[in-house]
């Protein structure tokens, strides 16, 4: 099992920049993918910005160029930087984690609590 936490959400001018992070405890035996996904005020679903693993990361079409995902596993943490903050990048985004528990268990997601992004005009 794992327990996620996000910080640094808040309001920020368009145009701006915003760092949130996601510190992970517990552990998973495998990882498969670590990322973001968000949910926008008109949005009924969570949709992708951004998860990564050791081949590839694929990033949601909006945001693609204007944010970086990264992870330092020396603090079980991932990072999500954002450049270039636009209104329409206002919303709750959530850390996810996806893995299994055990080396035999099926793959389970894991979401962290959300932090509130809100982009001003």
């Known amino acids: 099992q794992v327990q996620l936490v996000e910080s640094g959400g808040g309001v920020v001018q368009s145009g701006g920049s915003l760092r949130l992070s996601c510190v992970a405890s517990g552990e998973l035996s495998v990882t498969h993918s670590r990322g973001w996904y968000r949910q926008t005020p008109r949005g009924s679903q969570r949709e992708l910005v951004a998860m990564f693993n050791n081949s590839r990361t694929d990033y949601g079409e909006s945001v693609r160029g204007r944010f970086t995902v990264s992870g330092d596993n020396t603090k079980n943490a991932i990072y999500l930087q954002m450049e270039s903050l636009r209104p329409e990048d206002t919303a709750i985004y959530y850390c996810?984690?996806?893995?299994?528990?055990?080396?035999?268990?099926?793959?389970?997601?894991?979401w962290g609590q959300g932090t509130q992004v809100t982009v001003s005009s």
């Open positions: 996810r984690y996806e893995g299994r528990p055990t080396k035999l268990s099926a793959i389970f997601g894991y």
